[in-house]
Nanobody, 124 residues
Framework: QVQPVESGGGLVQAGGSLRLSCAAS????????MGWFRQAPGKEREFVAA????????TYADSVKGRFTISRDNTKNTVYLQMKSLKPEDTAVYYC?????????????????WGQGAQVTVSS
């Protein structure tokens, strides 16, 4: 079983940066693609970024492309989401999820294990 645990959320001003981390508890971490999703109040959960088990390829939602970077360190069973040029509309609870295979997917049903979420608030 893979149990993702997010950390690194917080409050930041618009234009600022924040890095989220997600640690997963399994030795065979590199067989799973990992993804980040977010859910703002009153909205559905949406895809943000994903990375394959090996670390390449990666894919991003259009709304974060060029501002967010997903990466992973398989020696530490950890995936990261570096967020730059943050906007108030990036405010949401960010969830880390482990996929069902090493292949990158962008749909919620493509992920099997979910973290508890980390709050990111961007003030204007």
């Amino acid at each position: 079983q893979v149990q993702p645990v997010e950390s690194g959320g917080g409050l930041v001003q618009a234009g600022g940066s924040l890095r989220l981390s997600c640690a997963a508890s399994r030795r065979t971490f590199d067989i799973y693609a990992m993804g980040w999703f977010r859910q703002a109040p009153g909205k559905e959960r949406e895809f943000v970024a994903a990375i394959s088990g090996s670390g390449s390829p990666t894919t991003y939602a259009d709304s974060v492309k060029g501002r967010f970077t997903i990466s992973r360190d398989n020696t530490k069973n950890t995936v990261y989401l570096q967020m730059k040029s943050l906007k108030p509309e990036d405010t949401a609870v960010y969830y880390c999820a482990a996929g069902r295979s090493p292949l990158v997917v962008t749909t919620i049903r493509g992920y099997h294990y979910w973290g508890q979420g980390a709050q990111v608030t961007v003030s204007s």
